[in-house]
C-alpha cells in the first residue's frame, strides 16, 4: 500500500519562530488533507491540497503532486499552534481510504 | 452547530462487554467513516459507508460490526471487549461517495477496556 513519511518527527520551537513540515508519499494521490490534532484530541482540517499550494493566515501548504511531496509551512508560531500534525493521502485509483502518516508533535514554548 | 458528532465523548468498560459508539453528521454528506487512533497516536480507517452502504472494510476483527439506519449515522458497534481495543475511535465524514473530497472528523470516542 501507499507510504506516507512525515518529517520531523518531533519539532519545538520558540513563540514567535517558523517551521515547514514535510509530508512524502509513495504513490500518484488525488487526496490529500493536512490535519491539526490539537492536545485535546481534536482533529481539525488545515488544508485539502492534491496539488497546489494554499494559504489561510500564518499557515500555507504546498503539493508537488509530481514528485510526491507536500509541505506546511507555519509562519510566526504560537503556543496554541502546539499538537501533532497529520497528513493524509488518498491513491488515485479512488475509493480508497484516506491513509495518514505518523504525524509531527509540535510544541512552541512562550 | 456540530458539523460531525459522537457519543460517547468517553467510554470506560469492562473486558468482555458489548459497546455502541453513536455518530452523527449534519453536513449532508453522502460517505462516512470510522477511524482508529492507536495508543501511538497513529490513525487507521476501519470502515467506510457511502449512501447507507458498506464500500471499505478494511482488516477489522468481526466484532466491530458498523451499522447505518440513515445515511446521516453510522453507528459502530462492539462485541467481547478486548483490552486491545483501548484507543479512539473518530467518525468522519465527506461529501463524495469517492475519496477527492474533504474528510471532516468528529470529536473522538476515547474507549478504555479494562
Known amino acids: 500500500g501507499i507510504q506516507v513519511e512525515q518529517s520531523p518527527p518531533d519539532l519545538i520551537l520558540q513563540e514567535g519562530a517558523n517551521s515547514t513540515l514535510r509530508c512524502n508519499f509513495s504513490?500518484?494521490?488525488?487526496?490529500l488533507q493536512w490535519f491539526h490534532q490539537n492536545p485535546w484530541g481534536q482533529l481539525i482540517n488545515l488544508f485539502y491540497i492534491p496539488s497546489g499550494t494554499k494559504q489561510n493566515g500564518r499557515l500555507s501548504a504546498t503539493t508537488v503532486a509530481t514528485e510526491r511531496y507536500s509541505l506546511l509551512y507555519i509562519s510566526s508560531s504560537q503556543t496554541t499552534d502546539s499538537g501533532v500534525y497529520f497528513c493524509?493521502?488518498?491513491?488515485?485509483?479512488?475509493?480508497?481510504?484516506?491513509?495518514f502518516g505518523k504525524g509531527t508533535r509540535l510544541s512552541v514554548i512562550a | 452547530d456540530t458539523a460531525v458528532s459522537q457519543t460517547p465523548k468517553y467510554l470506560v468498560t469492562q473486558m468482555g462487554n458489548d459497546k455502541s459508539i453513536k455518530c452523527e453528521q449534519n453536513?449532508?454528506?453522502?460517505?462516512m467513516y470510522w477511524y482508529k487512533q492507536d495508543s501511538k497516536k497513529f490513525l487507521k480507517i476501519m470502515f467506510s459507508y457511502n449512501n447507507k452502504e458498506l464500500i471499505i472494510n478494511e482488516t477489522v476483527p468481526n466484532r466491530f460490526s458498523p451499522k447505518s439506519p440513515d445515511k446521516a449515522h453510522l453507528n459502530l458497534h462492539i462485541n467481547s471487549l478486548e483490552l486491545g481495543d483501548s484507543a479512539v475511535y473518530f467518525c468522519a465524514s465527506s461529501q463524495a461517495g469517492g475519496w477527492v473530497e474533504t474528510q471532516y472528523f468528529g470529536p473522538g470516542t476515547r474507549l478504555l477496556v479494562l
Open positions: 504513490d500518484s494521490v488525488n487526496n
Open positions: 453536513l449532508g454528506h453522502d460517505t
Open positions: 493524509a493521502v488518498a491513491l488515485y485509483s479512488g475509493n480508497t481510504p484516506l491513509v
